[in-house]
C-alpha cells in the first residue's frame, strides 16, 4: 500500500509508537523534575532554609503557614508553567497534552507515596497538584493548538484550483 493510500482520509500520518511514547514521557519527568529541583533550590536560598528532598515528594511540606511553604506552592506553580512549554516542544499536539499532563502528575503521586510510605491524604498538596495539572495542561493545549492552527501558505499552488 502506498504512503498516500496510508494519508487519506486524516490529518497526519500517525501510527502507534510506544518507544516515542516512552521517551516522551521520560523526557517530560527529567525535565519537569530538574526544573522543579532548581526552582526550589532558588526558593529554598530565598527563605534561607536547609535544602532537602522532602520539598520535592514530602506532602506535609505544602502548605501556607510560612515563607518556606509559601514558596514551595510558588516553585510547583511556577513549575506548571515551565511544563507546558515542555509540552508544547517534546510532544506538540493538543489531544495528548491532557494524556502528558496527568502521567506527569500521576508519576509523582506514585513517586510521593513510596517515598513518604502513605498516602497523601491533605488537602494543600491535592489541591496544588490538581491546579498545577490543570495549569499544564491547559497552556499547553493553548500553545500546541497555536501551532497547529497557523496559516497553512498556499504560495505553491497553481493559480487554477477547485474548491
Request: proline share 2%; hydrophobic share 50%.
Amino acid at each position: 500500500m502506498s504512503k498516500m493510500k496510508k494519508l487519506t482520509g486524516s490529518f497526519r500520518y500517525t501510527q502507534w509508537d510506544p518507544c516515542l511514547i516512552i521517551s516522551q514521557i521520560m523526557a517530560m519527568q527529567f525535565v519537569l523534575y530538574l526544573s522543579l529541583s532548581l526552582i526550589i533550590a532558588i526558593m529554598q536560598d530565598l527563605t534561607s532554609s536547609t535544602r532537602t528532598l522532602d520539598h520535592l515528594f514530602e506532602y506535609h511540606e505544602i502548605h501556607v503557614k510560612d515563607n518556606e511553604g509559601r514558596a514551595i506552592i510558588t516553585a510547583f506553580v511556577i513549575n506548571a508553567i515551565i511544563g507546558s512549554f515542555m509540552l508544547w516542544m517534546l510532544v506538540g499536539r493538543t489531544k495528548l497534552c491532557l494524556d502528558f499532563s496527568c502521567t506527569f502528575y500521576g508519576i509523582h503521586l506514585l513517586f510521593c507515596w513510596v517515598y513518604n510510605g502513605s498516602f497523601p491524604t491533605t488537602f494543600s498538596w491535592w489541591a496544588l497538584n490538581i491546579a498545577c495539572a490543570a495549569i499544564t495542561c491547559v497552556a499547553g493545549e493553548f500553545l500546541c493548538l497555536r501551532t497547529e492552527l497557523q496559516a497553512i501558505p498556499l504560495s505553491n499552488i497553481g493559480a487554477k484550483v477547485d474548491l
